[in-house]
C-alpha cells in the first residue's frame, strides 16, 4: 500500500466508515445517507474500519481510489494496458453512475416527482455493487509473491469450506462459469456468521442481502480479454498469483469481528 501509483489521487479525501455501506452495496442498496451514517474520524482510524472505508468527496461523493500499486505491478498476470483501462476508465465509469444516480434520485426526493425511478434505481444497484466490487477487487491483489496465506486464514478458510484446495477449487470454478459479466466472491454472510463463495452476474445479481464481499474476482471481460481473449480459466489461474493474502485476512478478520 506504499507503492506510488501514476494516477493521481483525489486531492482530499474524506475517509467513511464503510462497514454498512459495503454490505448494502452488494446488494444495490447503497445510498449517501447510509453511507454517511457513521463517520469515522481518520485520527480513530484502526486497521480494522480502514479496510471498510472509501474516498468521498466533502459533497459526500464517491471518489476513484488510487491504485495501491503501479500499472504494471501485476505483471505478468494482468498486463498494465489493462490496469490502466480498467482501474481508470472503467472503475470510473462505475463510480461515476453511482454518484448521478444518487443525484437524480436526491432531485427526484426534492421535487416530489419520481419520473424515470425504476431505471435510476437500477442505476443506483448496478454501479453501487460495481463500485463496491471494484474497491475490494484493486485491493485484493499484490504483485506476485509478496504475500502469502497466513496460517489463521488458512484455520478459517479450513473451517468454513474444509481446507484451503476446497475454497479455491469452489472459488474458481464459481468464477469460470459466471454466464457472462459477472464475479467470484467469497463474502461474510452476517446472518449466519459464515463465509460463503458467490456467483455475481453483472455486479449485482445472484447476491445474498447483507453479505460483505472479502475477495472478489472481476470476470467481466474487460478485466482479461486485452490480454487472453477467450481464455477466461487462464486469467483465473493466473490471478491466484496476485492475490494479496494480507489483505484477505484482514478483511476475513474484520468481518467475523462484526
Ligand atoms: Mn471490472
Do not use: C
Request: net charge negative.
Amino acid at each position: 500500500m506504499d507503492t506510488t501509483p501514476d494516477s493521481t489521487p483525489p486531492a482530499t479525501l474524506n475517509r467513511r466508515a464503510f462497514v454498512g455501506a459495503a454490505g448494502l452495496a452488494g446488494l444495490g442498496l447503497m445510498g449517501a445517507s447510509r453511507a454517511q451514517a457513521a463517520p469515522a474520524p481518520s485520527s480513530s482510524s484502526t486497521a480494522a474500519s480502514t479496510l471498510f472505508t472509501v474516498p468521498m468527496n466533502s459533497d459526500g461523493e464517491y471518489e476513484l481510489p488510487p491504485l495501491p500499486y503501479a500499472y504494471d505491478a501485476l505483471e505478468p498476470s494482468i498486463d498494465e494496458e489493462t490496469m490502466r483501462l480498467h482501474h481508470d476508465i472503467h472503475f470510473n465509469g462505475y463510480k461515476n453512475g453511482l454518484n448521478k444516480a444518487l443525484a437524480k434520485l436526491k432531485d427526484f426526493r426534492s421535487g416530489g416527482d419520481y419520473p424515470e425511478i425504476a431505471y435510476w434505481e437500477n442505476q443506483l444497484a448496478f454501479n453501487g455493487a460495481g463500485y463496491n466490487l471494484h474497491v475490494v477487487f484493486f485491493e485484493n491483489m499484490a504483485p506476485a509473491g509478496t504475500t502469502s496465506p497466513a496460517s489463521s486464514l488458512k484455520k478459517t478458510l479450513d473451517e468454513h469450506f474444509g481446507g484451503m484446495d476446497a475454497f479455491k477449487g469452489q472459488f474458481s470454478a464459481a468464477a469460470k462459469t459466471v454466464q457472462g459479466s459477472g464475479w467470484a466472491i467469497l463474502g461474510y454472510q452476517p446472518f449466519g456468521g459464515k463465509l460463503v463463495v458467490l456467483q455475481a452476474e453483472k455486479h449485482q445479481n445472484l447476491t445474498q442481502w447483507g453479505v460483505v464481499p472479502i475477495l472478489a474476482l472481476d470476470v467481466w471481460e474487460h478485466a482479461y480479454y486485452l490480454k487472453y481473449q477467450n481464455r477466461r480459466g487462464d486469467y483465473i489461474d493466473n490471478w491466484w498469483k496476485v492475490v494479496n493474502w494480507d489483505n484477505v485476512a484482514q478483511r476475513t478478520e474484520a468481518a467475523l469481528k462484526g
